[in-house]
Nanobody, 126 residues
Framework: QVRMVESGGGSVQAGGTLRLSCTASGSAFGTYAVGWFRQAPGKEREGVAAIDRDGAIIYADSVKGRFTISKDNAKNTLYLQMNSLTPEDTAIYYC????????????????????WGQGTQVTVSS
């Protein structure tokens, strides 16, 4: 069973940057579509960015031009570089993997993802 562990969250001021990492167990990391999601207090979990096994990427409109998703299959690690952070980015950030499909096609549709990390808190103050 795949396990995913996030790190890199924290507290920053508006305009600051953070880099999240997510390390997955197992040897099949490169075959999955993986993504970053977030959930703010009182809101539903939403997709932030995703990347499929071939490197196709999709971003939520709210983070385009500010966030960059990448992965290193050799290290079983997914990254999210977050620049120009705003208080609206405050949330718990989760990485997730879609291990049930073929891994092609990046999607921000939460129900497609079956394996989740425990989450890491990102707090942006104004």
């Amino acid at each position: 069973q795949v396990r995913m562990v996030e790190s890199g969250g924290g507290s920053v001021q508006a305009g600051g940057t953070l880099r999240l990492s997510c390390t997955a167990s197992g040897s099949a990391f490169g075959t999955y579509a993986v993504g970053w999601f977030r959930q703010a207090p009182g809101k539903e979990r939403e997709g932030v960015a995703a990347i499929d096994r071939d490197g196709a990427i999709i971003y939520a409109d709210s983070v385009k031009g500010r966030f960059t998703i990448s992965k290193d299959n050799a290290k079983n690690t997914l990254y999210l570089q977050m620049n120009s952070l705003t208080p609206e980015d405050t949330a718990i950030y989760y990485c997730a993997a879609d291990t049930r499909r073929l891994g092609t096609g990046a999607s921000l549709f939460v129900p497609l993802y079956d394996t989740w990390g425990q989450g890491t808190q990102v707090t942006v103050s104004s």
